[in-house]
């Protein structure tokens, strides 16, 4: 069962416009880390989040981590193609130290 | 920065060999390591929790005499597929955190990809 889903699946957009991956589960976390994938490594971490609320800003990355923890946003601003990636959402649940990653979102920057 | 350094990165052998993918944390020590496995164009799904002494945690579905785990040192943590065929071929990926952290940063290892032909 994946108890994150990410939206979109996928996105092609062009160098230079903005985009918004959402990540939403109906369960409670008590963090949730976003990370970038390329083809044949693994995963790299780009931010964690704790607090309900929460607003991260990384370079043209912001995150957001919902008020109730139940949901993500990852928000790029100007993308490049340097950006393109697998972008991975994952939670741990409270109690719990266990990550679980969401469905994941592809997105290909077009120079 | 911390490292975490899977080997063997590809590996090709024969339906019904056993292959062993070892985990290793470089420069911390790592009470758990993790190890995900993730088929093409999809996103990783934790297989189970290895803990350094003691018997792995299987997630729901995973075959623990399939996929056997074994952590004996603060550093290294070994997946051993058993009887591999065609259908366990994937990439397989492994993470550390340092030991007291149970919820700081995952170090990801960079994956081994496997094919059973």
């Known amino acids: 069962t994946q108890l994150l889903e990410q939206s979109p699946q996928f996105l092609s957009i062009q160098e230079g416009e903005n985009l918004t991956v959402y990540c939403n589960s109906s369960s409670v976390f008590s963090s949730l880390q976003w990370y970038r994938q390329e083809p044949g490594e693994g995963p790299v971490l780009l931010v964690t989040?704790?607090?309900?609320?929460e607003v991260k800003k990384l370079k043209r990355l912001t995150f957001q981590f919902g008020d109730a923890r139940k949901d993500s946003s990852l928000h790029i601003t100007a993308a490049q193609p340097g950006d393109t990636g697998l972008y991975l959402c994952?939670?741990?649940?409270?109690?719990?130290?266990?990550?679980?990653f969401g469905t994941g979102t592809r997105l290909k920057v077009l120079a | 920065g911390a490292v975490v350094s899977q080997h063997p990165s590809w590996v090709i052998c024969k339906s019904g060999t056993s292959v062993k993918i070892e985990c290793r944390s470089l420069d911390f020590q790592a009470t758990t390591m993790f190890w995900y496995r993730q088929f093409p164009k999809q996103s990783l799904m934790l297989m189970a929790t290895s803990n350094e002494g003691s018997k792995a945690t299987y997630e729901q579905g995973v075959e623990k005499d399939k996929f056997l785990i074994n952590h004996a040192s603060l550093t290294l943590s070994t997946l051993t597929v058993t009887s591999a065929h065609p259908e366990d071929s994937s990439f397989y990926i492994c993470s550390a955190t340092r030991q007291g952290r149970h919820q700081g940063p995952q170090h990801f290892g960079d994956g081994t990809r496997l094919s059973i032909l």
């Open positions: 994952a939670g741990a649940r409270p109690g719990t130290y266990k990550y679980i």
């Open positions: 989040v704790v607090t309900g609320g």
